[in-house]
């Protein structure tokens, strides 16, 4: 299964999958517009991979194949500790 990868221009590390290059029309548009003007990242052989660094493949498989696009949503921010001074 190969699928097209774009980065969202408006929020760091999101990324929206789709099954053909450039094509949107699987996308809902509030979600286009919230995700703004999507950016060519990389395609991806998902048949030829067993895991994805940051998602669960069969996840993104599944979805693909359901609703024709899977949106990679960025890492939550962890909260900064302060250390009390001494």
């Keep these: 299964?190969?699928?097209?990868?774009?980065?969202?221009?408006k929020k760091d590390e999101m990324y929206l999958y789709v099954l053909k290059r450039d094509d949107f029309s699987?996308?809902?548009d509030n979600l286009l517009k919230l995700f703004g003007q999507p950016e060519y990242a990389l395609s991806l052989d998902?048949?030829?991979?067993?895991k994805l660094?940051?998602?669960?493949?069969q996840q993104v498989k599944q979805?693909?194949?359901?609703?024709?696009?899977?949106?990679q949503m960025p890492p939550p921010?962890?909260?900064l500790k302060l250390s009390p001074k001494d």
Aim: aromatic letters at 12%.
């Design 1 to 9: 299964m190969l699928c097209f990868v774009y980065r969202s221009k």
């Design 26 to 28: 699987k996308v809902p």
């Design 46 to 50: 998902l048949a030829k991979r067993t």
């Design 53 to 57: 660094a940051r998602e669960d493949i």
């Design 63 to 71: 979805k693909l194949e359901d609703d024709g696009f899977y949106l």
């Design 77 to 79: 921010v962890e909260k």
